[in-house]
């Protein structure tokens, strides 16, 4: 059985949260002479304890060190060109909101790659009069479909009555509300009843 989940505030009864900061700073200890040892990084610890208000200094046998490794901090702190880079938990947040729009936006170009593909692999195999004959076939398709919505709309123009002409007025005005709320970014509630 598993230790329940910490809540992250403040120990109210102060012997535990005695016992509980000497037990957490030995532990902290302990990582960090795991990380100088098997890394080789300098590194020290400063700890304040309020109960007793004293300050104690992990690797106490090499003063110099902390020393040098304090000042060598505020050197790079105080350098303009931003040596010492601090990280906060906003920082983190920011990062992570960053690589996840990132990731949204690889998934929707995926998306949209698979749904309306820009290239079939046949076309690198025709040959250039393959190619001519398929544009004809493809530019002739276009005018034939633009043929017939001139056409459509010659009849419900002329003589399509008035039921034909109320019902090309109620389109367009559908069509057009459906195109304004697009640019608008939202898709229109009304847009399936529009036929096609």
Same mark, same amino acid.
């Given at each position: 059985?598993? @230790? ?12 535990? @949260?005695? +016992? ?18 098997? /890394?080789?990084?300098?590194? /020290? ?27 060598? =901090? ?12 601090? =990280? ?12 996840? *729009? *990132?990731?949204?936006?690889? +998934? ?30 493809? !530019? ?8 017939? !919505? ?5 009849? /419900?123009?002329?003589?399509?009555? $008035? ?5 090309? #007025?109620? @389109? *367009? $005005?559908?069509?057009?509300? @459906? ?13 399936? #009843?529009?036929?096609?």
């Amino acid at each position: 059985m598993g @230790r329940g989940k910490l809540k992250m505030e403040m120990i109210e009864e102060e012997k535990s @949260r005695i +016992l509980t900061m000497k037990k957490r700073k030995k532990g902290l200890i302990k990582k960090l002479h795991q990380l100088t040892t098997l /890394c080789d990084v300098p590194a /020290c610890m400063i700890f304040h304890d309020p109960t007793t208000n004293s300050t104690s200094v992990w690797l106490e046998e090499d003063p110099d060190q902390v020393r040098s490794l304090i000042e060598a =901090y505020k050197a790079k702190k105080n350098d303009p060109s931003g040596g010492v880079r601090e =990280y906060l938990l906003s920082n983190f947040f920011d990062q992570r909101q960053r690589q996840a *729009e *990132e990731e949204l936006e690889k +998934l929707r170009k995926n998306n949209v790659e698979g749904m309306f593909p820009t290239w079939d692999d046949h076309l690198n195999f025709m040959d250039e009069a393959q190619l001519r004959e398929l544009a004809a076939t493809v !530019r002739g398709k276009a005018e034939n479909h633009n043929q017939q !919505r001139r056409r459509e709309r010659k009849h /419900c123009g002329e003589g399509g009555g $008035a039921s034909s002409k109320a019902a090309m #007025a109620d @389109r *367009e $005005a559908l069509i057009g509300a @459906r195109s304004q709320s697009r640019r608008n970014g939202a898709k229109a509630p009304w847009s399936s #009843a529009i036929t096609h």
